[in-house]
């Protein structure tokens, strides 16, 4: 019953993310976050730099990350390394690493989709983790992420975890297991 369970959501996940998409393409070389600005170098050694004018804040300044326990950290890197990363040899370590043995095939499957940019989850933070038992009765963590995704501030993902092993992971889109698994956790659903 597990094993159907498991294989199911992946299958859904599949489904939802897009495999088919064309929208797949190649990041840019370099970002605005790469480029740094370099010091002149006509300055005379008796001359100190002067330093560059500090930019006013525009934001709130984000408040301190909190302390992730092991499962928030794997669910994070799942995130991260595996759901918007490129570096394929990092997807591999991480399935071979932190997913479910009996899920690790079907992650292996769509470790090569590359998520379209308007489909990744960026500045994702851990916002809460209970204990959940599905229906099944297996026993997993779950842990709600937030982050941005395309125009929506405030996208959500729920990463299901057993024994720090990721099993799944359940976006909005997937109503079914994404509603069933969001009704254990206290944080308010984010209104759009």
């Given at each position: 019953?597990?094993?159907?369970?498991?294989?199911?959501?992946?299958?859904?996940?599949?489904?939802?993310?897009?495999?088919?998409?064309?929208?797949?393409?190649?990041?840019?070389?370099?970002?605005?976050?790469?480029?740094?600005?370099?010091?002149?170098?006509?300055?005379?050694?008796?001359?100190?730099?002067?330093?560059?004018?500090?930019?006013?804040?525009?934001?709130?300044?984000?408040?301190?990350?909190?302390?992730?326990?092991?499962?928030?950290?794997?669910?994070?890197?799942?995130?991260?390394?595996?759901?918007?990363?490129?570096?394929e040899e990092a997807k591999t370590?991480?399935?071979?690493?932190?997913?479910?043995?009996?899920?690790?095939?079907?992650?292996?499957?769509?470790?090569s989709v590359e998520i379209p940019?308007?489909?990744?989850?960026?500045?994702?933070?851990?916002?809460?983790?209970?204990?959940?038992?599905?229906?099944?009765?297996?026993?997993?963590?779950?842990?709600?992420?937030?982050?941005?995704?395309?125009?929506?501030?405030?996208?959500?993902?729920?990463?299901?975890?057993?024994?720090?092993?990721?099993?799944?992971?359940?976006?909005?889109?997937?109503?079914?297991?994404?509603?069933?698994?969001?009704?254990?956790?206290?944080?308010?659903?984010?209104?759009?």
């Open positions: 019953m597990e094993r159907k369970f498991v294989i199911s959501l992946i299958i859904a996940f599949m489904a939802l993310t897009g495999c088919s998409s064309n929208n797949n393409a190649a990041e840019p070389a370099t970002s605005p976050a790469a480029v740094t600005a370099e010091s002149p170098a006509s300055a005379s050694p008796s001359e100190e730099p002067t330093p560059a004018p500090t930019p006013e804040p525009t934001a709130k300044p984000t408040p301190a990350p909190k302390k992730l326990s092991g499962t928030e950290a794997v669910a994070l890197e799942y995130v991260n390394t595996f759901l918007n990363g490129t570096d370590k991480f399935v071979t690493e932190h997913v479910y043995p009996d899920a690790q095939v079907l992650f292996q499957v769509i470790q940019d308007d489909q990744k989850l960026n500045n994702p933070q851990v916002i809460e983790s209970k204990h959940y038992s599905d229906e099944g009765g297996m026993k997993v963590e779950a842990v709600l992420i937030h982050g941005e995704k395309g125009a929506d501030a405030k996208s959500e993902l729920i990463v299901l975890l057993t024994d720090q092993k990721v099993l799944w992971a359940a976006a909005s889109s997937d109503q079914e297991t994404f509603s069933e698994a969001r009704n254990v956790f206290k944080e308010p659903i984010p209104k759009p």
